[in-house]
């Protein structure tokens, strides 16, 4: 039987890209994008044979997250990938940022991914990957300053993954990955990587990890990151 992995925000960008590499490595996928629109993934379903599902999500919607834990109550999961992510207000310092603007980022970047990994995380198998997109911004050790509430987030996001870890003390291996600066609607026209030269790095690395257990934050090309 063979392995299926779970990407959470996959309509473009990295997370059709993760969608599209784990497909390419024989893998089932289930994927999901917000709302009902027609979107790249399911262009890239109709050349799938079958083994990418599209789910509907929001991940800051509880009620959408309850129905979405219902329908893959039975289900295994190789692997659980958060990649949903937003950044506002990022160059402007924190205390010009709206508190609504301040409230959105931690809500979408930390809180919802970090809600979803603890309700699906009975899902994954346990010898599986919990992983979610991170930053190398998120570094406490290596911040340079700027983009302030968008480090805040990602921050968060490594803390609160490595506290369920050590909650659940369990055999799964957690992951907080930077994919690098990539060519994205986030990471904008001057981002050094294009989505095909980050995701297979990211797969590569996920695979390489398999089954090691314990928690750790790693850049798309392997390397271990200062927390």
């Not at 809500?107 to 930053?135: H, Y």
């Amino acid at each position: 039987m063979g392995s299926t992995a779970l990407v959470i925000g996959a309509s473009r960008g990295l997370g059709l890209g993760l969608a599209e590499e784990y497909l390419r490595r024989g893998w089932t996928v289930i994927a999901t994008v917000r709302g009902s629109g027609r979107t790249a993934l399911h262009d890239l379903q109709e050349r799938a044979d079958g083994r990418l599902e599209i789910e509907s999500l929001d991940m800051n919607e509880e009620a959408q997250l309850d129905a979405l834990a219902a329908r893959l109550a039975g289900r295994s999961l190789d692997l659980l990938f958060v990649n949903a992510g937003i950044a506002l207000a990022s160059e402007t310092p924190v205390g010009e940022v709206t508190e609504a603007d301040f409230t959105e980022i931690m809500r979408t970047n930390a809180f919802a991914p970090l809600r979803l990994v603890d309700r699906l995380i009975e899902r994954v198998t346990a010898d599986g990957t919990v992983a979610v997109m991170s930053s190398e911004l998120g570094s406490i050790t290596g911040t340079s300053g700027g983009y302030e509430i968008y480090r805040m987030s990602k921050a968060a996001l490594n803390m609160g993954l490595k506290s369920l870890a050590a909650r659940r003390a369990d055999t799964k291996t957690y992951l907080c990955v930077s994919p690098g600066w990539v060519r994205t609607d986030m990471g904008g026209p001057q981002a050094v990587l294009d989505v095909s030269q980050s995701v297979p790095r990211i797969a590569d690395l996920i695979a390489d990890r398999a089954g090691s257990g314990g928690i750790a934050f790693v850049s798309y090309d392997g390397r271990a990151l200062a927390w």
